[in-house]
């Protein structure tokens, strides 16, 4: 995953606004889209025409006000597959418009879907599964955090052991499915000796502008890395609340609460030269918390399992 921008509604010299771009398994998914972040997708080296799917949090200008710059420049590039859009419904309308006054239009499809306000599965396919969830902010339509979560992945025959065991081609697809093997004398080969475990299926969650309310840790209960907005310090936990946003401390409590393996805080107030300084706010919570850059690229890593 990598960090396109690191700050809120004002741009700084250096910290963009909102965006970042997940790779899962050679899939790449943009979520939000601020101003300048088809910039930063070069900046940062991101293969963007691979980019089918953006996922736009909410319409505040510091999450989508890049959208018609870098679709007009795919299309000025002669892009020719689908390009999904999930984001409030009427963004279709937006971007139409805009499109209609320019007497333009883009080369490529663009396939509008709407968000709601219940936690829905929004795209899947044989690898990963991509979640809405709404939030709290000062917005009237739906504002949603996603959760992007690989599939559980089909065990691996060992050959060496099933040619041992002699186990019929047929049988195959229930190895890879976790079943024991019974051989024709009544024998039970455990499926373990047969086949190697498929490393553990990954998630990500990314929750975007949003009053803080423990509630919404259930939305993201044990994910490996959780990005959540942190635009001001306990200090200003009023202000937070005013314009529904969430402190750096609010973060580390719901990740705490959501039992999540890694912490990353961003979305920070252009008030801050330093968003260092909202860390130890944060780590006093729940300590393995970072801060994030621009440019920054993080792993998800798997995590190890009992057995195999
Ligand atoms: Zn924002």
Request: proline share 5%.
């Amino acid at each position: 995953m990598t960090i396109l921008g690191s700050g809120s509604s004002v741009p700084t010299a250096n910290r963009n606004s909102a965006a970042q771009v997940l790779n899962v398994l050679e899939r790449y998914f943009l979520v939000d889209c601020a101003e300048a972040t088809q910039h930063q997708l070069r900046r940062f080296h991101v293969p963007y025409n691979k980019i089918n799917h953006i996922f736009i949090s909410h319409l505040h200008g510091d999450h989508f006000f890049g959208l018609i710059g870098f679709l007009s420049t795919l299309s000025l590039q002669g892009r020719r597959g689908e390009m999904h859009i999930y984001a409030d419904a009427r963004l279709q309308d937006l971007l139409e418009g805009q499109m209609k006054i320019m007497h333009s239009r883009f080369v490529f499809p663009v396939i509008f879907h709407a968000l709601s306000r219940q936690e829905e599965v929004i795209y899947e396919d044989r690898v990963v599964t991509v979640t809405s969830f709404p939030l709290k902010h000062r917005y009237e339509a739906p504002v949603c955090g996603f959760l992007f979560r690989e599939k559980e992945r089909e065990r691996t025959i060992r050959k060496d052991m099933v040619t041992a065991w002699n186990v019929p081609v047929a049988f195959m697809q229930y190895l890879k499915m976790g079943e024991d093997y019974i051989t024709p004398e009544g024998e039970i080969i455990s499926n373990q000796r047969l086949t190697v475990a498929p490393p553990p299926s990954r998630s990500y969650a990314y929750l975007t502008d949003t009053l803080y309310r423990e509630r919404f840790a259930d939305y993201v209960q044990g994910v490996d890395l959780l990005y959540h907005e942190a635009t001001y310090g306990k200090e200003d936990e009023a202000l937070a609340k005013e314009t529904f946003h969430s402190t750096a401390e609010q973060a580390a409590r719901l990740a705490q609460a959501a039992g999540v393996k890694k912490l990353l805080l961003g979305h920070f107030s252009a008030r801050y030269a330093d968003p260092a300084v909202l860390l130890p706010e944060a780590q006093a919570v729940f300590p393995a918390t970072f801060i994030c850059s621009d440019g920054d690229v993080f792993e998800v890593p798997a995590q190890k399992r009992w057995s195999n």
